[in-house]
T-cell receptor, first 109, second 114 residues
């Protein structure tokens, strides 16, 4: 079957660095995406990894290891506005997108 | 560039009634997705269109849900008849190609079934 696992909650302090992990199980894998969703809002695209390695976009970085079926989202210089839910999503064979259950990030002052 | 448009934003209906949601994707985006998001969960893909053809509808409850994308542009998702468990946010997204890498979401329609 296909599944994704990510922590349900993470708490960090403003200005710190936080890593949100995502492990997946699927047959036929093309890539891993990350989305941010604030309460009452729609998911917004953050990053996509198709190949192993680190992708950096400003304060956010995303990593993928295909051999380990694992990825993470790294948020640096945390700000209060980063408090939101973060979803990993895999793009599998058959052009299917599967989202994880989400990680709720709380940023404290 | 205009984003993904959806309407209505909110809808309250009684169970067994029917409801329809409308989505207009970003101009030029070939792929359109409908997701169902229940509170506290991740979005669940219901159906995916590539232009006006269905790519995947394996998780669409076809006995009550239907969707169409006429002329490969805007799309309508219908529920008939609605059940209590259909209460959720229905999200429409679009992407430029079929690789599903960067999907852009509309604001969603919050459906409450009483």
């Amino acid at each position: 079957g296909q599944s994704l696992e990510q922590p349900s909650e993470v708490t960090a302090v403003e200005g710190a660095i936080v890593q949100i992990n995502c492990t997946y199980q699927t047959s036929g894998f093309y890539g891993l995406s990350w989305y941010q969703q604030h309460d009452g809002g729609a998911p917004t695209f953050l990053s996509y990894n198709a190949l192993d390695g680190l992708e950096e976009t400003g304060r956010f970085s995303s990593f993928l290891s295909r051999s380990d079926s694992y990825g993470y989202l790294l948020l640096q210089e945390l700000q209060m506005k980063d408090s939101a839910s973060y979803f990993c999503a895999i793009y599998t064979g058959g052009f299917k997108t599967i989202f994880g259950a989400g990680t709720r990030l709380f940023v404290k002052a | 560039e205009a984003g993904v448009a959806q309407s209505p934003r909110y809808k309250i209906i009684e169970k067994r009634q029917s409801v329809a949601f409308w989505c207009n994707p970003i101009s030029g985006h070939a792929t359109l997705y409908w997701y169902q998001q229940i509170l506290g969960q991740g979005p669940k893909l219901l159906i995916q269109f590539q232009n006006n053809g269905v790519v995947d509808d394996s998780q669409l409850p076809k006995d009550r849900f239907s969707a169409e994308r006429l002329k490969g542009v805007d799309s309508t998702l219908k529920i008939q008849p609605a059940k209590l468990e259909d209460s959720a946010v229905y999200l429409c997204a679009s992407s430029q190609g079929q690789r599903n890498d960067a999907q852009y979401f509309g604001p969603g329609t919050r459906l409450t079934v009483l």
